[in-house]
């Protein structure tokens, strides 16, 4: 009886080990995360994980830190990571360390973004797509210095829109890829590479009639803006652009 009980003890570790491990979660530092050799902050960097970028934890380690984020105390442990290594992701290793204060089970991201659309009955028929990685981002993609929400969507169709909400506006909504679509773009499932771009970054189309190296587009083509914008691409292949908000509108900035 007492082998039993111990085999038992011990089927039910493995158990809730495994669906410790198959878990997924997602990354929250809006700059991403170094990944690391070692689990501290000294260790070498290997890498780094991308805002929205999923990873699965194969081991907490004893290794605890503390944070201070824009006046936030922040505690957790250094975790050991697995990953998929594109596009969202840039290392040469398998596995690494991360803090693991700047990650959320995806589960409960998806609860969290459902919970906001479900706060706009003309967002009543579309559904978060999760297969896109990431398939949020924030920013303040409008300058009026408050943290917007960008979501990728999918509707009854299975089509891929993008859902813009500008909090400080009245909570006005936005969706690209609609009848309306400033692009004239009624699908966006082809995007492979989803990122915010940081306020004061050069914004530039490498491609009109041809293709156009940096060094030869002219100071008034090049947009810096003070807010945040977007960065959209396919992930293998030609096609994408930067999208900002400007004169009341939404611009498209071509990059091949």
Known sequence: MKKKTILLTFFIFILATDVFCQENYMITAENGLFLREEPNANGKKIGKLYF????????????????????????DNWVKVKFKNFPTFISN??????????????SEANEEITFQLSKFSELK????NKNKTPFYLKGDFFGDKIKDLVVLV???????????INYAKENKVYILGIENDPFHII????????????????????????????KDVSESNKVKLTYDSLYMHASESCGGGFVYWKDEKFNWLQQE
Request: a positive charge.
């Open 125 to 128: 028929n579309y559904t978060i």
């Open 93 to 106: 290793k398998a596995y690494g360390y991360v803090f693991g204060g700047y990650l959320k089970k995806k």
């Open 154 to 164: 999918k509707d009854k169709e299975e089509t891929t829109k993008i859902v813009i």
């Open 52 to 75: 929205g970028a999923e990873v699965t934890i194969i081991e907490k380690t004893e290794n605890k830190q503390i944070i201070i984020d824009d006046g936030k105390k922040i505690i």
């Open 187 to 214: 699908d966006y499932s082809w995007i492979g590479i989803f990122k915010k771009v940081k306020k004061g970054e050069v914004l530039w189309s490498n491609y009109e009639d041809d293709f156009i190296d940096f």
